[in-house]
């Protein structure tokens, strides 16, 4: 499919830029986009057989600042994610801490009655 984009939503689409897309992803991510800008997109499927309609145009806008990188923002699913990453090790190091401890605990004892 091929994805257009532009800040005009009254624009020719001749002069709207155009992100083409490669096999039968469901996600893309459209680099370096200005901050706090309102941006159009509408998107045109392509097979073998040729172009198919294109989309009304939705608006989406940018946020207001960010710390990723190429300006791209970060989503609240993304962070949530690294928050749960974040948990998961944080439990599996304690896991693996109390159990070397109780491993060494027992043979300590074991060596200790011997």
Same mark, same amino acid.
């Given at each position: 499919?091929?994805?257009?984009?532009?800040?005009?939503?009254?624009?020719?689409? $001749?002069?709207?830029?155009?992100? +083409?897309?490669?096999? !039968?992803? %469901?996600?893309?991510? =459209?680099?370096?986009?200005?901050?706090? #800008?309102?941006?159009?997109?509408?998107?045109?499927?392509?097979?073998?057989?040729?172009?198919?309609?294109?989309?009304?145009?939705?608006?989406?806008?940018?946020?207001?600042?960010?710390?990723?990188? $190429?300006?791209?923002?970060?989503? +609240?699913?993304?962070? !949530?994610? %690294?928050?749960?990453? =974040?948990?998961?090790?944080?439990?599996? #190091?304690?896991?693996?801490?109390?159990?070397?401890?109780?491993?060494?605990?027992?043979?300590?004892?074991?060596?200790?009655?011997?």
């Amino acid at each position: 499919y091929i994805i257009y984009y532009s800040t005009d939503v009254n624009a020719e689409i $001749h002069d709207w830029v155009i992100e +083409p897309v490669v096999g !039968n992803r %469901l996600t893309h991510q =459209i680099q370096e986009l200005t901050l706090d #800008t309102p941006y159009y997109f509408k998107i045109q499927a392509r097979n073998s057989k040729g172009m198919g309609p294109m989309s009304e145009a939705v608006q989406f806008r940018t946020p207001k600042g960010s710390n990723s990188p $190429h300006g791209s923002p970060t989503s +609240p699913l993304d962070s !949530n994610m %690294l928050l749960v990453v =974040i948990v998961s090790v944080g439990v599996i #190091t304690i896991v693996v801490v109390v159990i070397i401890a109780v491993f060494c605990t027992r043979r300590t004892t074991s060596h200790q009655k011997k």
